[in-house]
């Protein structure tokens, strides 16, 4: 045992198991600072409100980039089919594809879509609020290519969607971009 | 589920298994607080606590259908925050006692009292010193409140060998407090 270390009942004080009184009176001083060395620990809560929304879109940000890579091949097949197949249907429109958007807005009344998709119509596309969660969601069936869009929550504030890339809209804005 | 019940962390765990990925904000929702002292306490720094619980949450993710119990998942998510942090400390040790100091500083400004202060930022550098294994006990003990007993359920020890840890730690506390007084 060094000079540093606790007698053994002061530590049964540090753990609850004895009391400052129930020590040998020779003790007390040691007891003492035994239990100002607890009091020193921090024991402020800690909150992180924005981890919910860091995590979902680290997450989708992810689902993102691996699509292209499973839709590639598809649409190959699908535009050598054609091809093959339907040669005059070449100046057909490009293909739709089923794409999930997600915005994480717990505090939100409203929340729509507004995009290259709908003439920017701000009312056009809500989103639906997944039970008491604060997870927003619409599902579009947009043509393969380039679309920009960005959210509009509580039908007032246009915010990008944080999963996504995102260009200058040439108005001081910022629109998320979205390639199929 | 019944109707209009909160649903349990089983609940959505399957539904999220199931394909409902954006289901998965609720446990987030629900848990990322509940470990965020541990984390910055044990890393030193709230901004590498906040990256840590983020991580954690992306690879609970990743491994859910792991995930044995589905109705004890804060369980199992804070085993792999845990590991998260220990791997973090071994990483980042040469820094952290700096990220120590701004972050206890930043705490007690709400709280006043400059002795208090120090002693608090004194006493979060030394359990910096201690081994990560005696930290832990430190705080789940002394600053989560838990019993020997709910610690040694939660790490699947037993109480002997975690106040044999502890016993340590308050020796190496009181040592590294009266070198730096």
């Known amino acids: 045992m060094s000079d540093h270390d ?41 909150s992180m409100p924005a981890v919910t929304w860091r995590v979902m879109a680290a997450l989708e940000r992810r689902r993102r980039r691996i699509r292209p890579w499973l839709l590639a091949p598809a649409l190959a097949i699908a535009a050598a089919f054609i091809l093959w197949i339907w040669p005059a249907r070449l100046t057909a429109p490009p293909p739709l594809v089923t794409v999930r958007f997600v915005l994480v807005a ?50 007032q504030r246009w915010v990008p969607d944080p999963g996504a890339p995102a260009v200058d809209d040439g108005f001081g804005r910022r629109n998320s971009v979205l390639t199929l | ?62 491994q859910l259908a792991q995930c044995k119990e589905p109705d004890n998942f804060v369980g199992w998510f804070f085993l792999i925050l845990r590991n998260r942090c220990f791997a973090e400390r071994r990483r980042s040790r040469a820094t952290a006692p700096l990220e120590a100091a701004d972050s206890v500083a930043a705490a007690d400004r709400t709280d006043g009292g400059a002795e208090t202060a120090e002693r608090r930022r004194a006493l979060q550098l030394a359990l910096l010193e201690l081994t990560p294994d005696q930290r832990e006990v430190f705080v789940l003990k002394h600053v989560e409140g838990l019993s020997y007993g709910q610690i040694a359920e939660r790490l699947s020890t037993s109480v002997a060998s975690l106040k044999m840890r502890m016993h340590r730690a308050y020796d190496r506390l009181r040592e590294q407090l009266r070198e730096h007084a």
């Open chain 2, 1 to 62: 589920m019944r109707p209009g019940a909160e649903p349990t962390d089983g609940d959505i765990v399957r539904a999220v298994l199931a394909g409902e990925r954006e289901r998965y904000a609720q446990l987030v929702e629900r848990y990322r607080d509940r470990y965020a002292r541990y984390a910055a306490r044990m890393l030193g720094s709230a901004d590498a606590a906040e990256d840590a619980v983020q991580d954690a949450f992306v690879r609970a993710f990743d």
């Open chain 1, 106 to 155: 717990p505090d939100a009344k409203a929340v729509s879509l507004a995009g290259t998709f709908n003439q920017w119509d701000a009312h056009a596309t809500p989103l639906v609020r997944a039970g008491a969660t604060g997870v927003w969601t619409a599902t579009l069936s947009l043509p393969a290519g380039q679309h920009q869009y960005a959210f509009v929550v509580d039908g």
């Open chain 1, 6 to 46: 606790f007698h053994p009942l002061v530590k049964q004080l540090l753990d609850g198991d004895l009391t400052l009184a129930e020590l040998p009176a020779e003790l007390r001083a040691e007891g003492e600072e035994a239990l100002r060395l607890l009091a020193a620990a921090d024991r402020t809560p800690v």
